[in-house]
């Protein structure tokens, strides 16, 4: 199934932003929805800045009017009436996601697809809170999304088979690769990834290694990409706390935040984006 013609994205934050870039590039028209004119501003800003990067890299065949063109911001989730699918990017809080899904359902025509960007959330359920279960997945993109190859395609209890093929490939057509996976706290990328990052944090609490040490440990004797102490700085640190919170209640103590990823969002060290976590990022 191709992408849909016209593609709505809740919140314009930087996964967001990268989610529409994504759509827009593989040719829908795209609106992406924020609270209120001045975040729809940066939003917008934030979009394009992106797509004018992909053409200056020759990444994409369109023109840069071309590719704006497609795109549009609003403030009203009305906006929302005319898309086959709609994914929302709103941060990883449960109440704030499930209230979210359910007003842009309501703007949505019945065959409309709808889907969460969440990163460890329950897929089933957030789906109890809609009148059309069966028509919701979990799309969980990555950081940075104009860069990562993988979409984890999130399959709630209720998730149809039409919409399970339809999302693998809309991910293909994204020029991503999608890895299925059936609900379940942290999904695979997740747990995974949070499960390491957590050690990695409780060795530099311990002194058994610095974080330059123990990222270059898992570079070159794994072949991560990037360590995870400074993938924990890109993903944010206030983030991947809310995550571990979020496993260690539902998987148990292993996921337990150690002290010092709690001292450090108590501080405002979280990462890239204030300009300090485990590493200088300024």
């Known amino acids: 199934m191709a992408v849909p013609s016209t593609v709505g994205v809740l919140g314009g934050g930087r996964m967001g ?35 004018a990067k992909s053409v200056e890299r020759a990444t994409v065949s369109e023109s840069l009017a071309d590719l704006t063109g497609r795109l549009s911001v609003s403030t009203d989730y009305a906006a929302f009436a005319a898309a086959g699918l709609v994914v929302e990017a709103v941060p990883e809080d449960f109440g704030l996601k499930a209230a979210a899904l359910a007003a842009v359902e309501e703007q949505l025509d019945p065959q409309a697809w709808l889907a969460s960007n969440t990163s460890s959330l329950s897929v089933t359920e957030l789906a109890q809170k809609l009148q059309r279960p069966e028509r919701f997945c979990g799309l969980h993109f990555f950081n940075p999304v104009p860069a990562s190859a993988l979409i984890e395609v999130v399959l709630g209890k209720q998730t149809s088979e039409e919409l399970a093929e339809a999302a693998v490939s809309w991910a293909r057509d994204l020029g991503k690769t999608p890895v299925t996976v059936n609900d379940a706290p942290g999904f695979a990328s997740s747990r995974l990834g949070v499960a390491i990052a957590l050690e990695a944090m409780r060795m530099v609490e311990e002194g058994v290694a610095s974080a330059e040490d123990i990222d270059a440990a898992m570079v070159l004797g794994y072949k991560h990409p990037t360590g995870p102490l400074r993938t924990t700085d890109i993903v944010g640190l206030d983030v991947r706390l809310g995550i571990a919170e979020y496993l260690a209640s539902t998987l148990g103590p292993r996921f337990e935040p150690p002290q010092i990823l709690r001292d450090k969002v108590a501080l ?15």
Do not use: M, N, P, Q
Not at 22 to 35: H, K, Q, S, W, Y
Not at 38 to 47: E, G, I, L, N, Q
Not at 268 to 282: I, N
């Open 268 to 282: 405002g060290e979280l990462g890239r984006k204030s300009g300090k976590g485990f590493f200088d990022w300024s």
């Open 17 to 51: 932003a990268g989610i529409a870039h994504a759509f827009c590039t593989a040719g829908a028209a795209v609106v992406v929805v924020e609270r209120d004119d001045d975040a729809a501003s940066a939003a917008y800003d934030r979009v394009a800045s992106a797509l």
